[in-house]
């Protein structure tokens, strides 16, 4: 027994846990990216990212949230570059300085699935205003993401435009889920619920059960994806070169081509809309 | 719906399949529990200890303190390491957010309150035994503290398997300062809920299977381990 | 915080104690209580330098307590208890060992537990295996010295725990009532490390119940009676004529409580 190594025990810890987990990894070789579930539950990043790196050597880490949470991570200076869907939203990032300039990269849609007995009569739809008016007035059950993403921001507008008090109905015939796309829609389809979901989350998501798309096809269910470079003036830890070379990779020739080659089904999921 | 069988069979087709993203996945998952755990033993079975021999001020208001930690919710712990490792925060100039280390030091925090609560425990125990002997020999009470550890090493292998469960068990604080990145900071429970999300609940219960796998294997480890020294030392 | 709480009673009487004494333990003005009531009181006792001293008398009397507190386990509430005419200090009861009713054996090897009380005592770790095996191959636990100490018999447990207290060659050993419950073959082990120990000069403080015990080894007998000392005589005379009517009674074998 030594006597000295109780006592110096809890420093020699101290030492060694900061000798483990201080940072071992080249800076530049990396960039993380705050992105959305639906980019990564749908599999479209994983699909492109590999010959984004096999031709630069750059990594690309996602962090995949939800929008809200994503844009609080970048302006937290928590990531490079802000892949999201929520143009308000994004260009109020930008304006506020977080962000050095907004990219269009790709748009998809968002479409309303819900329970093959159809109990609001919407199947067959492409007015979705309309649509939510009818959920309203049939009280049928409505799963929302209820968690500030991109898609919640997408379905609170269409709300609006219906004109239909959502914090009376909360928790009666309007459940919020407060979660990520995927689970709302486990939860959602537990329940029989109506669901907003995007396109390619739908698409590549493995648990349909029987729901089926009701509703589709509204311009007002454009869903367009942003990328942003986060400012390094604000945060100087950001990789400002390796971030906008992503960005200008996947809003060039090679990206574009990569995201419009992506498909599930012989289903094109994202199509590219770069200028 | 998922069928249990199906799932189990799956999973037994992942494991001998030699899935390399899986092997990757319990890797990692193995690296940061494991890591998290032994740092965890290090800090708080000296502390236990310390606080099973010691007569101080506030003893027993530091054991429920203590015993209460055991509770922590990964999330709030999660939270709390993201807003101190973000790059907005008092130690993000470490760089450690989104980085296996930011989970060793997550789990970290869940795990040293349950290996000190559960050591102050074994400890107290033994050292009710022992106190006389080793006054008697002049060994002081912080001095006794190595030895009482040592002798009750038998005892606190249940200190670092608790610890280590709820390591590898959790989500709520690895999702949120890992980011769940792959290769990188996926492990077992985060791919769980990502599968989870994906609707993907086969796969997801697939996982889940290897995951209590995992746990059975390092506890039937420890255990075999156990047996192997006790009969070395025939205690 | 982490003293052995020694500190505090012993040294309030200063004038009490002579020093330059032979008695190699004095005690004056001794007082023990718990909660309002006195367990022991001791207005002056010498235990003289070599042989051995047995404390006898029935449960209650303060045996075990007198033990402690000479031995710097208790902090006494009042008086003084010295050591070769120092007030005691943790590096005195250092140079004390105790053996308890039941032996503490520590969870590892007969030979580290040797070990254990020889790095507690500041024997440096080079010399210490092969002082432990020394003293355990001399006293016939050599060839057990690899095996798990918790997996001998209780006899040999409680010799080991003599060893162990004798590997440091203390000045004073305390025992308190170290073969109760063993058998005779292990006592009568026992008694003969006790009388070797003393021959080479240790002081041997018992306490036992067993008369027999107390006549074969002691040289005089402390009788102690409801926390205060009422005889300290030889032990010869003790058996013989008790000067206490307590002593008498106890040595006839009245049950005396």
Known sequence: MSNLKCRRAPLLGAAAFFAVVSPVFALDSFIVVQSTTSTQNSGLLDSILPGFTAETEIEVRIVAVGTGQAIKNAQNGDGDVLLVHAKAAEEAFVAKGWGVERHDVMYNDFVIVGPPADPAGIAGMSDAVAALRKIADANAIYASRGDDSGTHKAELRLWAEAGVDLAAASGGWYRETGSGMGATLNAGIGMGAYILTDRATWISFGNKADHQISVEEDPKLFNQYGVILVNPEKHPNVNADAGQIFIDWLTGNAGQAAIADYKIDGQQLFFPNAR | ?235 | MFDRGISSGFQSDETAACSGDAALLSVSGLVFEIAGKTLLQIQSLDIPAGGTTVIMGPNGAGKSLLLRLMHGLLPASQGSIRMTGKPLTAALCRRQAMVFQSPVILRRSVRANVEFALAANGVPWRSRRKRALEVLSATGLGNKAKQAARSLSGGEQQKLAVVRALATEPEILFLDEPTSNLDPASVLAIERLLRAASAAGTKVVLVTHDLGQARRLGDEVLFLHRGQVVEQTPMKRFVDAPVSTEAAAYVSGELLV
Request: net charge positive.
């Open chain 2, 1 to 235: 719906m998922a069928d249990f069988a199906g799932a189990f069979l799956q999973s037994l087709g992942l494991i001998f399949g030699g899935d390399a993203e899986l092997w990757a996945i319990v890797a990692i998952s193995l690296k940061v529990s494991l890591t998290a755990v032994a740092f965890a033993c290090l800090i708080g079975m000296p502390i236990g200890a310390w606080i099973a021999v010691g007569r101080f001020r506030g003893r027993r208001g530091l054991i429920v303190a203590v015993n209460a930690l055991m509770g922590l919710p990964p999330v709030v712990v999660g939270l709390v390491v993201y807003l101190m490792l973000s790059n907005s925060g008092p130690l993000g100039v470490l760089q450690l957010l989104y980085t296996p280390s930011a989970m060793i030091l997550a789990q970290f925090i869940l795990v040293t309150p349950i290996v000190a609560a559960l050591t102050r425990q074994v400890v107290e125990t033994l050292n009710d035994e022992y106190a006389d002997q080793l006054r008697s020999l002049g060994v002081s009470r912080l001095r006794s503290v190595p030895a009482l550890l040592w002798d009750g090493r038998f005892a606190l292998t249940t200190a670092v398997l608790a610890g280590f469960g709820r390591a590898i068990a959790e989500v709520g604080a690895v999702m949120i300062v890992g980011g769940n990145i792959n290769h990188v900071t996926r492990v077992m429970t985060t791919t769980i809920a990502l599968e989870t999300s994906k609707g993907n609940l086969s796969l997801a219960l697939a996982l889940g299977t290897i995951l209590i796998l995992m746990a059975f294997t390092v506890n039937a480890a420890v255990a075999l381990l156990d047996s192997a020294s006790r009969r070395v030392i025939h205690v």
